[in-house]
C-alpha cells in the first residue's frame, strides 16, 4: 500500500513559493501566508501570520520539508527584522523538519570591486538588509537548515528593469563595469525543490545563473530587443559590484533552465 505523500510547508508563500508546485512531484504542498486567496491552485491554504505566534498553531508539529520565503511588508530594519529573524523564530519554535530551507539572499555580500563570491567569500554586508538576513541565516543554521543565497531575482511580475528600459533612456557608467547577477523566478523555485529532494545538502549554496554581466550589456540588449533607445554614458562613484559563481549548486546536479539573461529576458518579452 502507498505511503502518505509527504507533506511540504512554505512559510511566506508568494511568487516563488507558487511557482514549487509546477517543479516538485510526490509532496503535499501548504502554502502559509496571511492572504491565503493568492495562493496557487493545488497548494493547501494556511492562513497565518508568521510575526504574530497566536496564528501558528495550526502549523505547528512535523514536515518534511519546510521552505521559508518570507518577505518583508517595508524595505526598513524593522520590516527585515520582523519578517527574516522574527517570524522565523516564531516557526521554529512551532516545528519539526528534517529539511528546513530558508531563502536569503546574495546581498549578504559586501563586496564591490568586481570581485568574485561563492559559499567561501566573506560575507561583510554593505546594508542593513544583508546584516538582518545573516542574523536569520545563524537561526537557520543552529535548526539544522540549509541557506540558498539568490541573486536579483526577475521574470513574469519581475520585471523592473524591462520597465525601466521602455520607459526611457537609462544613464549608465560604462567602464569599468558595473557587475550585475541574477536568476530567473522559474530557476529559483526548482532550486527550492532540488534542495528540499537532496539526500546530504551542505549548509549554504548560491543560486545566480551562469552569466555576472555588466548592466550597460544587460540595458543595450533589452534596449535592441525593445526597439527604444539604449543606455547614455553617465559617470558616478558607484562601485563595481560583485560576480557570483553557483558551482557548489551546479556540482550537486542542478542545472539551470535559463543560463543566462539573454535566455530568461526572451522568455519574458515574449510573454509580454
Partial sequence: MPGRPRRLLIAGC???????PGVLAGWQIHGLR????????????????????????????????????????????EGYRQAYVDGLRNLIERIDTPR????????????????????????VPARFN??????????????GGVV????????????????KVRSGPVGCRREPPIWTNRIHAEDCAAALA???????????????????????????????RLGVPG????EDSAGQGKRVCADRLAATGFALRYPDYRAGYEEVLECD
Fill in 14 to 20: 508568494g511568487d516563488l513559493g507558487n511557482r514549487v
Fill in 34 to 77: 496571511r492572504n491565503v486567496a493568492r495562493l496557487a491552485p493545488g497548494i493547501v491554504p494556511l492562513r497565518a501570520d508568521l510575526s504574530d505566534p497566536a496564528t501558528l498553531n495550526e502549523a505547528a508539529g512535523f514536515w518534511d520539508g519546510v521552505v521559508y520565503t518570507a518577505t518583508p511588508g517595508a524595505r526598513t530594519p
Fill in 100 to 123: 528546513l530551507v530558508m531563502v536569503s539572499s546574495t546581498a549578504v555580500y559586501g563586496q564591490d570591486r568586481g570581485e568574485w563570491v561563492d559559499e567561501r567569500s566573506s560575507t
Fill in 130 to 143: 544583508g546584516e538582518i538576513l545573516l542574523e536569520a541565516e545563524r537561526l537557520t543554521h543552529a535548526a
Fill in 148 to 163: 540558498v543565497r539568490f541573486a536579483g531575482i526577475y521574470g513574469p511580475g519581475r520585471e523592473y528593469l524591462i520597465d
Fill in 194 to 224: 532540488h534542495l528540499l529532494e537532496m539526500d546530504a545538502p551542505d549548509a549554504v549554496y548560491v543560486a545566480s545563473d551562469a552569466c555576472p554581466a555588466p548592466r550597460w550589456d544587460v540595458l543595450e540588449w533589452l534596449a535592441e
Fill in 231 to 234: 543606455p547614455f554614458e553617465q
